[in-house]
Nanobody, 116 residues
């Protein structure tokens, strides 16, 4: 099982980034997927969820209206489109796969940094 995040980088306030999470080794299309982040010196913060089909999405207040979670089950890939980025969005972003009764899987994270 592997989750590999990518797409992080240095971004100016107001800028955009698209994070990806490539999944392998499990039936991606049957798993609920989550983005979680960890800012420097802080704990884990839930960002967004998407159900297995992609038909239902959920966002933290901090992400609502600025971030869009999506998935392509044919490509086994999860995405997070982030717009209007703020300095407080600086964090290590992780994707997580979840399915009731089975272990959760985590990626290694991709870093998003504010350039200001």
């Amino acid at each position: 099982v592997q989750l590999v995040e990518s797409g992080g980088g240095l971004v100016q306030p107001g800028g955009s980034l698209r994070l990806s999470c490539a999944a392998s080794g499990f039936t991606f299309s049957t798993y609920y997927m989550t983005w979680v982040r960890q800012a420097p010196g802080k704990g884990l913060e839930w960002v967004s969820d998407i159900n297995s089909s992609g038909g239902a999405t959920y966002y933290a207040d901090s992400a609502q209206g600025r971030f869009t979670i999506s998935r392509d089950n044919a490509k086994n890939t999860l995405y997070l489109e982030m717009n209007s980025l703020e300095p407080t969005d600086t964090a290590l972003y992780y994707c997580e796969s979840r399915r009731v009764g089975l272990p959760d899987y985590w990626g290694q994270g991709t870093q998003v940094n504010d350039s200001s």
